[in-house]
């Protein structure tokens, strides 16, 4: 049983250096070796299975030590009834000198015979105290363990999330180089912060901008820059905007088919927010906050990676904004 504990205990080690290793020594070209991971993940699996049969193991002794102790208390039940009854014969009447010596002598071995079974009851309470905390231990253990590869299946969503980041930015980044120069004339779109609710709100309305500064948003400037209507330029795409009555929060999107699905499920259909010209030169990426329910929009390459690590879901580029 220890031999195995042994080697629970050391799986154990092994799994959280390779989780060590992990967290301190990866870079961003270590990535895309998902080797480390696969194998940290494979070895706290066979450390559960074995830590799992230890604990099997403990549970079969520990019903032998039950089992042994309701014998040794029985057994002890059972002599001292019978010096009971031996002491009972002695102070009888007319009992001979030879058998009360003989009841004296079987008294005394009964003595030593108690004495025997309480020392091995007391020394079986010792063995299962030891046991029960080395099941502690190896529970505790098997928590770790449990929790282990729960932060590792975290770390293994979030690397290929950074895969994905890294992959947008690649081909959809600003690189300094394009064949097709953007035509739209650059307008300002805001970004602001509502505190109270913890969202973000976007619109290229300086009216509508300072009237949420009014009521307590918090400015965060200019977010990106869109491109000025012109009926003439068939290169600008609209960004529609659509508003959640039930939650309060809004939306914008380049597709058309994701604002008409929106307004069947009970939207408001806010019309088109900005145009954009496709051939704009700064990217503005959009990401989902499972919890919050909000989309959040930015040009900023590391608030996109940062809030990506903190559990938000990265969606790729949104559309590009102008410079």
């Known amino acids: 049983m220890m031999k195995s504990f042994t080697k629970v205990l050391i799986a154990s080690a092994t799994a959280f250096a390779m989780m060590g290793t992990l967290a301190t020594g990866a870079s961003a070209a270590d990535l895309s070796d998902t080797s480390t991971l696969t194998n940290a993940m494979s070895n706290i699996s066979t450390t559960a299975d074995q830590s799992a049969g230890t604990t099997d193991a403990f549970d079969t002794i520990s019903k032998a030590l039950s089992d042994t102790k309701t014998a040794v208390n029985t057994a002890t039940e059972r002599l001292s009834q019978a010096k009971t009854r031996l002491e009972a014969l002695e102070n009888t009447p007319g009992i001979t000198p030879e058998l009360k010596t003989v009841i004296q002598r079987a008294e005394q071995n009964i003595d030593s015979h108690i004495a025997a079974l309480n020392d091995a009851n007391s020394k079986l309470d010792d063995v299962q105290q030891k046991l029960e905390k080395t099941e502690q231990a190896v529970q505790r253990a098997q928590q770790a363990i449990e929790d282990a590869k729960q932060v590792i299946g975290k770390v293994d969503s979030y690397v290929q999330d950074l895969e994905k ?159």
């Open 165 to 323: 980041i890294f992959d947008q930015i690649a081909q959809g980044g600003d690189t300094g180089h394009h064949s097709n120069q953007p035509t739209g004339t650059p307008i300002d779109v805001y970004r602001l912060y509502n505190p109270n609710a913890g969202v973000h709100h976007y619109t290229t309305s300086i009216a509508e901008r300072d009237m949420l500064i009014h009521a307590g948003w918090n400015n965060e400037n200019t977010a990106f820059k869109a491109a000025k209507t012109d009926a003439t330029d068939t290169n600008l795409q609209p960004v529609y905007r659509e508003y959640n009555p039930n939650n309060g929060q809004h939306n914008w999107t380049l597709s058309k088919g994701e604002h008409d699905h929106l307004v069947s499920l009970g939207w408001r259909n806010e019309g088109i927010a900005w145009y954009v010209d496709p051939a704009g030169q700064v990217t503005v990426y959009r990401m989902y906050n499972p919890n919050s329910g909000e989309h959040l929009y930015t040009t900023n390459v590391n608030e996109y990676v940062t809030n990506a690590g903190r559990g938000w879901n990265p969606e790729s580029v949104a559309w590009k904004g102008l410079k």
